[in-house]
């Protein structure tokens, strides 16, 4: 062996003494695995060294070439485990980059180990260096690179990138004190790899300093680890020195001291548990503190930790029951805060139990002999409590009232532990805790003002009188009374915005307001008021007595109606009056007043409205409103008489032709019943146009009965077909159905004929008159179509007013379409019209069937009888009051026919006079006699035969009275005209009590 091997020697010496220590560091620390890896590096170092030192003493090439394959074999073998040691080392390196390094490498250590010509050819050159420490020049020789070499730089450079990378990650993480020496060592080592490559290719043949980068590296690492080992048996010794400290504090306090993971095992007790669970420490790792408690307990602690204490936030002065060794109840209060790791993580609790078994004891025995108070308690409407002064306000006693103050049970206040500083308003509590707190300080009784939220979510105002007291000489406790004053604080609210809002009002309002004392003295004025009197601002009447704004001759007449307001005989009395402005100027004003209180004395308040102007515009308006109802008055009358002149006329002609052609006719029977047959008809028609103007009036009362719309209709059409003109044609189309309603049958033929001749009136060119009847879902109808020009769109909608018509002057009344409108409206239908130019008109009518539920009251529905006009009167008395002589007589004999016997008289006091003679079994008068009317007749008779039946007749009946009387069933009603049947109908229902 040469000089030249002696610096690999030292270097390798030195390798291992660093390789050995470190290696005794691990047997004596298994966890310090990152020692284990160091010396494994030192290991390989050792072999490089060893390999380096041979080479540099090799004979002949071929020793030379064998100690290189040996130096790539040691590394390689290097190269991986200081992968694993940087792993170890940084924590910033996958443990998989070992694997991965290590597969790469095996064919760089098979090759060494065989030596392949792969990695070396067989043609040496020879290399002349100078290594330090050693002679001046060494000689060996060196192998030419092989095929493998390529792949071995390229890994090595692999390599290097990975454990630089680590080293960047470690010092970005914060921890410089292991990464720069890591960083330095590899600088230093790649210089010396750099200086390898450089001698090895021939590019450079100075200095040789390979080995000495290694002893580098390990100096590096070893004075880092080194390092790392002093901090850590400095923290070793203060844990040790802080453990033996805490030991001696919790083996020596009389709580009992725990520690639980996050699944709230314990994992560690103190001895003081078997003193008050009987159970050894070794005994108590492993459970949770729920094994230590009754279910029931259990469930009630840990819903109390869900609701009251948040996720892995302290618990303080839980009180719980645990169960002994023997099963024996023992009263804990426990404290524990969160135990978190230096990333966050939460790990447990650790925490400190006391024993208050004998305390509670204490303290129930006291509640024991305040039984008495407490049944007091309970009685009284607010709550009484007793609660220890702490921030949560612990509470000790509560009467049950306080579930009605809270909509939370006194058990959740007592056993559950819920804080009634929680239910304040945090709007309110700041303000109400800071009061408490120098209420407590003081010693002194405090009330507090807040609002405590109801369990229901709503909010109620708490006022709460409370004093501190000492029940012992170390514990302060606060006893008070809480009530409900949420209706007194809503009240005074209310009141406060009603007053604050009515004088808003006062202020704002155009009406003039005074309030005057009660001698009429001005107390208050708005401005509205200061503006009507001439003043600028109140003061301008603040003071002044109200006859100072009244004209002299009207200030008796002022004081005598403030007067009667002030003494109660007219509260609130309205007024007209004329007042005088400062100006002099006079303005009239109408307004109210009214007595009031004003600071408890009684008051004149005065509203009043400036109607100066408007008094003058209303006159005027009065004289122009007058002028046009009189105008429009002559214009209805007009129109109106000149309608109904010109039907009358047409009847009354049809009347006189038929009456001379009747006396003519004596000799021809059949004839002669024809003629009388037409007069009839002509007569109803005559009768049908004063219902008509009495429709329109809304005066003839209606009698509803069960009919078949489809024959009505059917016998109406009958009618409308022989009074159509020849060039018009009637076309019938009648549901197969029955169509029931309720309905007035004479009203619903006025209807038909109306709308009929309305066609017919409008297709003056001939055409076709169309009428229908059918049935949809929910309605019964008819419809009447004309086949005339249509209605123009911008007189539809007055189509149905009274008086209108498109006719010209003399030829029609314009109550026709009113009068169906007023018909159909009155019996709960619809009327639907429909109208194209040139194409005709449709008037749909549409009622609710009878077999349909009604949507209101039912109307009263009269059901015709069969009777036979020979026996109707048999044996019955009637008492007929009738005016006019020929009605009269025209009546009498109608009712003889009818086989009644007749007491005719012309007026009321007759009709009195034969009633104290003679009984009668109905009552026939007319509405309007020549002394009395007839209902009043009605009463008077009544009066002395209370079960008289009373029938009145009428051609209308504008008496509201009258109306009132037949819609109660008092009397009935006859429209005049009528025929016999109708006659015979009426007297028999009256007589039969229908």
Aim: hydrophobic share 40%.
């Amino acid at each position: 062996m040469n000089m030249a091997s002696l610096p690999a020697i030292v270097l390798a010496g030195i390798a291992i003494a660093v390789g050995l220590y470190h290696t005794f560091i691990f047997v004596r620390r298994r966890d310090h695995r990152v020692d284990l890896s160091f010396a494994l590096v030192c290991a390989t170092i050792v072999l490089y060294d060893v390999f380096c030192a041979a080479l540099y003493s090799a004979d002949t090439p071929e020793i030379g070439v064998e100690w290189q394959h040996m130096q790539i074999f040691a590394l390689s073998l290097g190269a991986v485990i200081l992968v694993q040691f940087v792993h170890n080392y940084t924590r910033r390196l996958s443990g998989w980059a070992t694997v991965i390094f290590a597969i790469a490498y095996s064919p760089l250590i098979v090759a060494a180990l065989a030596g392949h010509r792969f990695l070396w050819t067989d043609t040496p050159s020879i290399k002349i260096v100078q290594v330090p420490f050693a002679a001046k020049f060494i000689i060996y020789n060196e192998m030419a690179a092989g095929q493998l070499t390529i792949y071995q730089s390229v890994l090595g450079l692999a390599f290097f990138a990975t454990i630089f990378v680590a080293g960047v990650r470690q010092y970005r993480s914060g921890d410089p004190r292991r990464a720069i020496p890591l960083l330095l060592a590899l600088t230093v080592f790649s210089l010396g790899v750099l200086n390898d490559a450089a001698v090895s290719t021939g590019l450079y043949s100075s200095i040789y300093l390979i080995e000495y980068t290694f002893l580098a590296l390990i100096g590096l690492m070893a004075y880092s680890l080194s390092g790392e080992m002093l901090r850590a048996a400095i923290i070793e010794e203060a844990l040790d020195t802080s453990e033996s400290r805490f030991k001696a504090i919790v083996e020596t306090t009389n709580d009992w001291i725990w520690e639980v993971d996050s699944q709230m095992r314990y994992t560690y007790s103190s001895p003081r548990v078997e003193d008050m669970l009987g159970f050894s420490p070794s005994e108590i790792i492993g459970r949770t503190p729920f094994d230590l408690m009754t279910p029931e307990e259990a469930k009630r602690v840990h819903r109390y930790l869900q609701r009251t204490v948040g996720p892995h936030s302290p618990i303080t002065m839980l009180e719980k029951v645990n169960l002994n060794n023997e099963g024996r109840e023992v009263v804990l209060e426990t404290s524990g805060t969160p135990i978190i790791d230096a990333g966050g993580e939460f790990l447990g609790y650790r925490g400190i139990d006391r024993d208050i078994t004998e305390h509670k004891k204490a303290f129930e025995a006291l509640m024991e002999s305040e039984e008495r108070f407490r049944t007091l308690a309970e009685n009284v409407p607010g709550v009484i409590y007793l609660c220890q002064c702490d921030e949560h306000r612990t509470m000790l006693f509560l009467n049950d009232a306080i579930e009605s103050l809270s909509g939370y049970s006194k058990d959740e206040f007592l056993e559950e532990r819920l804080s009634l500083v929680d239910l304040i308003h945090p709007d309110d509590s700041t303000k109400a805790l800071d009061e408490l707190a120098k209420a407590v300080e003081a010693s002194r009784q405090f009330t507090l003002q807040y609002r405590l939220r109801h369990s229901d979510g709503s909010w109620r105002w708490i006022e709460e009188v409370g004093l501190p007291v000492h029940h012992d000489p170390d514990k302060l406790l606060l006893e008070g009374y809480l009530s409900d004053i949420t209706a007194r604080q809503h009240a005074e609210d209310a009141l406060r915005e009603s007053e604050e809002r009515y004088r808003n009002l006062v202020l704002a309002s155009p009406s003039a307001i005074l309030l005057l004392t009660a001698t009429g003295t001005i107390l208050f004025a708005n401005p509205a008021a200061v503006s009507l009197l001439g003043g600028n601002i109140e003061d301008d009447l603040v003071g002044h007595h109200i006859a100072d704004f009244t004209p002299g001759d009207m200030q008796r007449s002022l004081e005598q109606r403030l007067h009667s307001v002030l003494d109660g005989s007219s509260p609130s009395l309205p007024f007209e009056e004329t007042f005088q402005r400062l100006n002099g100027d006079a303005t009239v004003v109408a307004g109210s007043s009214v007595r009031v209180l004003s600071d408890g004395q009684p008051a004149i308040l005065l509203v009043g409205t400036d109607i100066t102007a408007s008094r003058l515009a209303a006159a005027e308006k009065e004289r122009l409103e007058s002028q046009l109802r009189h105008a429009q008055k002559m214009e209805a009358v007009g129109r109106l008489a000149g309608g109904v002149a010109h039907d009358f006329n047409n009847l009354l002609q049809a009347i006189l032709s038929h009456t001379e052609a009747l006396s003519r006719l004596r000799n021809q029977p059949q004839r002669l019943a024809e003629g009388l047959a037409e007069l009839n008809e002509r007569t109803r028609q005559g009768a049908q146009l004063t219902r008509q103007l009495l429709l329109f009036s809304r005066r003839e009362s209606t009698r509803p009965e069960r009919i078949n719309l489809n024959e009505v209709v059917e016998e109406t059409a009958r009618l409308v077909t022989r009074l159509l003109r020849e060039q018009l044609q009637l076309e019938l189309d009648f549901s197969s159905d029955t169509l029931p309603i309720v309905a007035d049958r004479g009203q619903l033929e006025q209807v038909v004929m109306n709308l009929a001749l309305n066609a017919a009136d409008a297709s003056p060119d001939g055409g076709t008159v169309t009428i229908r009847t059918g049935r949809d879902d929910d309605r019964v109808w008819f419809e009447v179509s004309d086949a005339g020009p249509g209605i123009p769109p911008e007189i539809r909608e007055q189509v149905f007013e009274p008086f209108f018509t498109t006719k010209p002057p003399g030829e029609g009344s314009g109550l026709g379409l009113s009068v169906v409108h007023g018909i159909v409206s009155a019996h709960g239908g619809d009327i639907e019209l429909q109208s194209d130019r040139y194409r005709g008109t449709t008037f749909k009518v549409a009622f609710v069937p009878e077999d349909s539920e009604p949507s209101g009251p039912r109307v009263p529905i009269v059901e015709p009888k069969q009777l036979d006009p020979d026996t109707v009167g048999r044996n019955r008395r009637i008492l007929l009051v009738e005016d006019d002589p020929a009605t009269r007589e025209a009546l009498k004999s109608i009712l003889e026919i009818l086989g009644f016997t007749i007491e005719p008289v012309s007026c009321g006091a007759e009709a009195n006079e034969l009633a104290e003679e003679i009984s009668f079994d109905l009552l026939l008068t007319d509405f309007l006699l020549p002394d009395c009317r007839g209902n009043d007749l009605a009463t008077e008779l009544q009066a002395q035969q209370p079960d008289l039946p009373v029938i009145l007749m009428s051609g209308y009946t504008q008496d509201a009275t009258v109306r009132d009387d037949v819609a109660s069933g008092k009397m009935a009603f006859l429209q005049k005209p009528f025929d016999m049947d109708r006659l015979a109908q009426e007297l028999s229902n009256a007589l039969d009590g229908e």
